[in-house]
Structure formats: C-alpha cells, structure tokens
C-alpha cells in the first residue's frame, strides 16, 4: 500500500464559525494506481489534496505514505519527503512568471541540490516528454494556457516523483489541450507513476482506474473504471 489515511479529519476555526472540511476520511490507495476525485464546489477535494501533498496537515488522523507516518513528521522532514516524492500540477499552473519555461522546470531540481550537467540532461527530458522543448526560453506569459500547463507538469515529473498529484489540471483549458493533458497523465501512470487528480469533468474522470466521490467532507463513493 503506498497511501493509507485512516480517521482524516480537518477542521477550520475562526473567531465565529468552525468549518469541517474533512470529516472521517478512510483511503487507501495502491502504487500505480491512478484516482479521480469528483465532487460538487466546497466539499473538500482541495483539503484533500493538500493533505496528500502535506501542504496541509490534518486535524486529527493517521496518514501513512509507504510505512512511514507523515503526521509524526516535522516540517523539515516533510520538505524533504515532498522533494524526494511528490510532484504537483495545479489548475491555475503556478509557473514562477519572472523564470523561463526550463528555468522553471529546473528549480524543482536544484531544491535538491541536484549537479548541473545531471540536472540539464533531466530537464531537457521533461521538457521533450510533453512537447515544451521549443519553448524552453519563453517566460510563462508568452506560452498559451496549453503549453504552460505543459511546463508545469514538466516540472512536476522531472524529479521522477512516485505520486503525482494534479488538482483540476485541465480545469483552465480548452477540450483539445484538456484531452492533452489527460493523454500525459494516463502515460505517466502506464509508466508506473501513482496519480491521484482532482477533477469537474466525468469523462476525465472515467480515464482514471478509479474513481472517488466525495460530499460534505467525506467519501461516498470508490469505484474502479473498466479500463
Ligand atoms: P473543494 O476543493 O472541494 O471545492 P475545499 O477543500 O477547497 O473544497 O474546501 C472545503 C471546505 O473547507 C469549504 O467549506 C471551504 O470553505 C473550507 N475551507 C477551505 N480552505 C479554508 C480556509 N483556509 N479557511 C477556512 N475554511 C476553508
Ligand atoms: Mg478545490
């Protein structure tokens, strides 16, 4: 099992009002496996996401990641836990807009502390397995939404992360770059990759093995595709 969260609870306080976002969530996923999570506006997919990424961490539960319990972790052993195994792809891309397409790509490899030939080899890679290469000196303001989503997940596997994770990838995008996108992901998981994405359209997330519905901060439904 590379994911087992058991007991996922996530409570937002304020002054006034206290907001369950996560309240009982029990999930487990396997390596390679590649989920949808489906659900209406506010039901906590987002904190969802964010836990699996330990962007976020949990009010209460246990969230283990291959035997190691990432809850007991401290922010610098997450850091490095992120680095070592995570990559991310967000709906609104996240490029760095003052760095150039490979600049960007190649930050998530210098965090590592990775040498420079090794990590020009790695990012030229990247940038070949999603058909950025031709813009790798642009700035993410020069490229359409399709090839900075492009950079963007480029710059989420060039790490080689075993899960990735995407939160509404081709949320910003048109159907052809959305069917892209798509086509990426389902390459990257044939390739061993774990992808857990959050995602609005159905028939993206019947390209998943496995589909997951959630409502009012839990899992209602799991099911796997016929794929
Ligand atoms: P989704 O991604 O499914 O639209 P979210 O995970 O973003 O949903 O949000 C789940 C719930 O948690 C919502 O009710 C939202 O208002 C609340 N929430 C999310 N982030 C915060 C925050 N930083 N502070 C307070 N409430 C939040
Ligand atoms: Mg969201």
């Known amino acids: 099992m590379l994911i087992h969260l058991s007991h996922i609870q996530r409570l937002y306080r304020s002054d006034e009002v206290e907001t369950t976002a996560l309240q009982d969530i029990d999930l487990q996923i396997q390596l390679g496996e590649f989920v949808a ?57 996240n490029l760095i807009d ?10 998530a490899l210098v965090y590592r502390g990775m040498p420079k030939a090794e990590r020009r080899r790695r990012v030229t890679e990247a940038m070949d397995r999603v058909g950025i290469a031709h813009r790798a000196r642009h700035y993410p303001s020069q ?24 939160d509404e990838p081709t949320g910003n995008l048109d159907t052809e770059n959305g069917a892209q996108v798509m086509e990426m992901l389902q390459g990257l998981n044939d390739e061993g990759a774990t992808i857990i994405m ?29 794929i």
Not at 98 to 107: K, R
Not at 143 to 166: C, D, F, Y
Not at 211 to 221: A, E, H, N, T
Request: charged letters at 20%; aromatic letters at 4%; proline letters at 3%.
């Open 98 to 107: 003052e760095l150039t397409v490979e600049d960007n790509i190649d930050l």
């Open 37 to 93: 999570i489906m659900g209406p506006s506010g039901c906590g997919k987002s904190t969802l996401l964010n836990i699996l990424g330990t962007i976020d961490r949990p009010s209460a539960g246990s969230y283990r990641f291959a035997d190691q319990e990432l809850t007991a972790m401290n922010e610098a052993e997450l850091a490095r836990f992120r680095r070592e195994n995570l990559g991310y792809v967000f709906q609104s891309f």
């Open 143 to 166: 490229l359409s939404g399709g090839q900075q989503q492009r950079a963007a997940i480029a710059r989420a596997i060039v790490g080689e992360p075993s899960l990735i994770l995407a």
């Open 198 to 226: 959050v995602t609005h359209s159905p028939s993206h997330a019947d390209l998943a093995r496995r589909r997951i519905d959630m409502l009012d901060g839990q899992v209602i439904v799991s099911v796997r595709n016929a």
